[in-house]
């Protein structure tokens, strides 16, 4: 009947996850790579006396091993939502560290705080592109490590004035990048908002609200391949309008439309989260049960059906009598998806034979 993709892959992803995971991934790797390479230029190029590279070492060794971390939980478990707290610890760890090696250097006899201070306003400018929640995060994650090292050097009787002078330009780079992460923050909500709307065009009709035919090729081979895993049932109803034509021609086309909308309304209100009800074309709809057998699909389409045909349908106050005949099918072994609506719609068009207004099995 139509060609469904077989991969089942699933287009509601949260795109905002996939975006987390793939800058966890790139900036755990990045700290992998730099911070060795830092360690190995202080010792053969700078001199950098021996306690002080211990020291440099213990301040970078954490930073490394959450990189380590983040790295290998995000290659083995990328579906998680891991990500998000990985890439805060290291957004804090980095900036922890650049602090500590700040402080460490203003310290030390033999110290260079100089270039220290030029890391933390590059570690900076990284967190505020690291950043998840916009400029109150790269405050937080600069203004508490400032804290801690203005404290600590202040208890161990540090010039404090010089302190400062070294931290003039780390405080402008603050500024600079919490405004850049507040509007890279925006545009990536206006982004995934944008997308999320896209995605939910894609696979709602328009007029009743139901999903659409191209929603339903997309899950139904999904949802036969989890139902055969799983040897739970699967059915699919198959409901059609009696006599839709007399509704248009004797009311006009506006409350057809009106009548279309209401029957959707009704059926969303007698279906479970998990089930998916399709506008499957004109006064056609398709429902897709997972986890229900051909008794209780049947019990499903005969729920719906009374809640049609007893209450008549109110538009532009008049009162609008419809009917919807049902036919329903249960997934068989041998079934592909292009069989098992075919007997659906074989049971609907015998529910019409016979009288209409009926579900038929």
Same mark, same amino acid.
């Given at each position: 009947m139509f060609d469904v993709p077989h991969d089942g892959t699933d287009c509601a992803n949260d795109v905002s996850l996939l975006v987390t995971r793939a800058t966890t991934c790139a900036a755990a790797a990045l700290a992998m790579l730099v911070l060795p390479l830092y360690q190995l230029i202080e010792i053969f190029e700078h001199q950098t006396p021996s306690d002080l590279l211990w020291l440099h070492a213990a301040w970078r060794a954490p930073v490394f091993l959450v990189a380590l971390a983040s790295l290998l939980v995000c290659m083995l478990q990328p579906g998680?939502?891991?990500p998000k =707290?990985? =890439?805060?610890?290291?957004?804090?760890?980095?900036? *922890?560290?650049? #602090? /500590? =090696? #700040?402080?460490?250097?203003m310290l030390h006899a033999q110290g260079n705080p100089e270039p220290m201070a030029r890391g933390i306003i590059m570690a900076t400018f990284a967190v505020s592109l690291l950043s998840l929640r916009g400029g109150w995060e790269v405050l937080l994650h #600069?203004?508490?490590?400032?804290a801690g090292s203005l404290a600590w050097l202040a208890f161990r009787g540090a010039d404090l004035l010089e302190t400062t002078t070294q931290l003039v330009d780390p405080v402008m780079m603050l500024v600079i990048a919490m405004i850049a992460s507040e509007l890279f923050y925006r545009i990536r909500g206006q982004q995934f908002a944008l997308q999320r709307q896209l995605r939910q065009l894609a696979s709602t009709d328009a007029l009743t609200g139901l999903h659409n035919r191209r929603d339903l090729e997309r899950r139904i081979a999904a949802e036969m391949s989890r139902s055969r895993r799983h040897a739970q049932p699967l059915s699919v109803v198959i409901g059609d309008l009696d006599h839709f034509k007399r509704v248009n021609d004797e009311y006009g086309h506006g409350v057809g439309d009106d009548v279309l909308r209401a029957v959707g309304v009704r059926m969303r209100r007698n279906l479970r989260s998990e089930d998916l009800a399709v506008r499957w074309? /004109?006064?056609? #709809?398709?429902?897709l049960l997972p986890d229900t057998d051909r008794?209780?699909?049947?019990?499903?389409?005969?729920?719906? !059906?009374?809640? *049609?045909?007893?209450?008549? *349908?109110?538009?532009? /106050?008049q009162e609008v009598p419809v009917t919807i005949s049902f036919g329903v099918a249960e997934l068989t072994d041998s079934d592909q998806?292009?069989?098992l *609506? !075919?007997?659906?719609?074989?049971a609907m068009y015998r529910a019409k034979a016979q009288g209409r207004d009926r579900v038929c099995a």
């Open positions: 998680s939502g891991a =707290l990985l =890439l805060r610890l290291i957004a804090a760890s980095v900036m *922890i560290m650049m #602090f /500590g =090696l #700040f402080t460490t250097n #600069f203004a508490l490590p400032l074309g /004109g006064e056609e #709809f398709l429902l008794d209780g699909a049947v019990d499903v389409a005969e729920k719906i !059906r009374r809640t *049609i045909s007893e209450h008549p *349908i109110g538009c532009n /106050g998806v292009a069989d *609506i !075919r007997r659906a719609d074989d």
